[in-house]
């Protein structure tokens, strides 16, 4: 199988239906900006922690149901993927876990640290940018309002998991001076 077709050099590509569209268009932004962050918590594993590593290998699996699901403007399809409330659950069950382990936050931090836990630090922005565009898709268009309930709290779990790993690691958070 080749990779390249050269069905996208004119600007254009395909949608899980086959309908064409622009790949400026914000369905594509969305799930380009998905697949973008799930290249970023790729590039967290292994992070020297096992538990985290089990965790951003289902979250990495969960970017890519969320990239089909965006990539369908049918958001009725029963055979298409889709990303479900128990998965939302999930990521709130995982942040409580480790919430467990942290002292509370007093304010804001900087985000940085150990290498793994400012690639979490990032993975957490660039899922923001992720909601971000979902949110500007769902203005205009169909979509899973799971799948951006999720991004959303991904945001938030990314952030603990930083946490948690730089903490883990002796690397102590650092607030900023106004």
Not at 55 to 67: A, E, F, M, P, Y
Not at 147 to 172: E, I, T, W
Request: proline fraction near 5%; aromatic fraction near 6%; charged fraction near 30%.
């Amino acid at each position: 199988m080749k990779i390249y077709t050269g069905r996208g050099d004119e600007g254009m590509t395909d949608l899980r239906d086959m309908s064409r569209v622009s790949k400026t268009s914000a369905r594509i932004e969305a799930y380009g900006t998905v697949d973008e962050a799930n290249t970023v918590v790729g590039m967290v594993r292994p992070s020297g922690h096992d538990d985290i590593d089990e965790k951003l290998s289902t979250i990495q699996n969960h970017l890519h149901i969320i990239q089909a699901d965006f990539a369908n403007p049918d958001t009725d399809d029963e055979d298409a993927p889709h990303l479900e409330a128990e998965h939302v659950d999930e990521l709130e069950a995982w942040m409580d876990e480790f919430d467990e382990e942290l002292e509370p936050l007093e304010s804001f931090i900087l985000p940085g640290g150990s290498e793994p836990g400012a690639h979490l630090h990032h993975a957490r922005s660039v899922v923001r940018r992720a909601e971000r565009r979902s949110v500007e898709l769902a203005t205009d268009e169909p979509v899973n309002g799971t799948a951006v309930a999720y991004l959303n709290r991904l945001s938030d779990a990314l952030f603990v998991f930083a946490r948690v790993v730089n903490q883990r690691d002796g690397v102590p958070e650092e607030s900023p001076t106004y």
